[in-house]
């Protein structure tokens, strides 16, 4: 279940061994992309977009909208 969390929080499950995915289009990631993240365009995200995951692992998924 989607759940909003601070920076903190984030720092805590990074430091834990979460993943951390940005869904951003392709030219806002190559600008704007956080340190060590995935990218995985929100339109690729399905079951074979996703292979690269670690199932074991948290999964943060990342988007920022200027909305």
Do not use: F, K
Request: some cysteine; proline content about 7%.
């Amino acid at each position: 279940m989607p759940t909003d969390i601070g920076l903190d929080e984030l720092d805590q499950l990074l430091a834990g061994g979460a993943q951390l995915v940005e869904v951003l289009p392709q030219d806002e990631y190559v600008e704007e992309h956080l340190p060590a993240a995935v990218h995985i365009p929100l339109r690729d995200v399905s079951a074979t977009g996703v292979e690269a995951l670690d199932r074991e692992c948290p999964v943060v998924v990342y988007c920022w909208d200027s909305l």
